[in-house]
């Protein structure tokens, strides 16, 4: 399958809903109406880096990873991916819950690891499910006619569980990274993602940013007064360390790494930290569905 088609697909489709919530283009920067919910963060909406999310399969079960590859072939044309999207970026729409079955070795099921905390694709309401890759990964079991098993745990742990089989797969905004790939097999791309920097609305070091090399040269001048604030072992992490495949060589900035996005932005609204970098899609949902109880101005 041409990888760049279900990518191009799946801009078109997110950057359609988006427009709903996030207002604003790719040369300017989102969260001017943050102030009418009460956050004091936006995004600088400009793309860092080019990655794909992937689903993580048991590297002994192939069966399973062509049955997860074919579905998501069949929803970049029947319309799956633009609905389950549209329930996290059109308001005019709602998330819909996915339940866990309790694990039962003597059932048809399919266990999958999560974390349960990276809106708005993989997030936990008491002991409701929600998110995109939840809901995808229910309508894959839904397809395989098994049962769906849920399982939260660390991400840092996510592919080692797969590899000690103790779940089949896993899904939690995974970038596929051939480091990764030595304990998963990766479904074909389901997401095209980035990271972007966040900063506190009164920040205007990158009012005149308008491409990727305006902002890295930005972030290139950052030094040890500036501290940025990321998830712990993600792409965003990644960058600000020169690990990045697309070969920004990072920076000498002072690195907070937090266990989870929601975290970050807590801290840069507090004044703790001076940035973050985060996916793209998680800083602009958090900012524009009003997280105020999260924000303290």
């Known amino acids: 399958m ?3 088609v279900v990518s191009l697909l799946l801009v078109a489709a997110m950057t359609a809903s988006m427009l709903v919530s996030c207002k604003g283009s790719s040369d300017e920067i989102v969260g001017a109406d943050a102030e009418e919910d009460g956050n004091n963060v936006m995004v600088v909406d400009i793309l860092l880096t080019e990655e794909d999310y992937g689903i993580g399969v048991d590297k002994d079960n192939p069966e399973l990873l062509q049955q997860i590859n074919t579905f998501i072939e069949k929803g ?3 319309g799956t991916y633009d609905e389950i999207i549209s329930h996290y970026f059109d308001r005019s729409k709602e998330p819909v819950p996915v339940y866990s079955a309790k694990l039962d070795n003597s059932k048809d099921q399919l266990v999958v690891a999560t974390t349960g905390d990276f809106e708005p694709f993989d997030y936990d309401v008491g002991n409701a499910y929600y998110g995109i890759d939840k809901e995808l990964i229910k309508a894959i079991a839904d397809y395989l006619g098994k049962e769906l098993v849920l399982v939260t745990v660390n991400f840092d742990t996510l592919f080692m569980t797969i590899s000690q089989k103790k779940c089949d797969a ?5 970038t596929i990274k051939e480091e990764r790939e030595k304990y998963v097999d990766f479904s074909v791309p389901y997401f095209h993602a980035g990271q ?5 609305k009164d920040n205007k070091e990158f009012i ?3 491409t990727k090399e305006d902002v890295e040269k930005i972030i290139l001048g950052f030094d040890e007064t500036k501290t940025v604030a990321v998830e712990d072992a993600t792409s965003g992490e990644d960058y600000l360390l020169g690990k990045d495949p697309g070969g920004f060589p990072g920076c000498n900035c002072k690195l ?6 929601k975290e970050a932005l807590i801290a840069l609204s507090n004044g703790e930290v001076d940035y973050v970098i985060g996916d793209s899609s998680a800083l602009k949902y958090m900012i524009a569905h009003d997280f105020s109880d999260y924000f303290q101005n």
């Not at 972007?196 to 506190?200: K, P, T």
């Open 76 to 78: 970049r044309v029947d």
């Open 170 to 174: 896993c899904i939690a905004g995974i």
């Open 2 to 4: 041409n990888k760049k």
């Open 196 to 200: 972007s920097i966040a900063v506190r």
């Open 208 to 210: 005149y940013a308008k």
């Open 256 to 261: 907070k790494k937090c266990a989870n996005m």
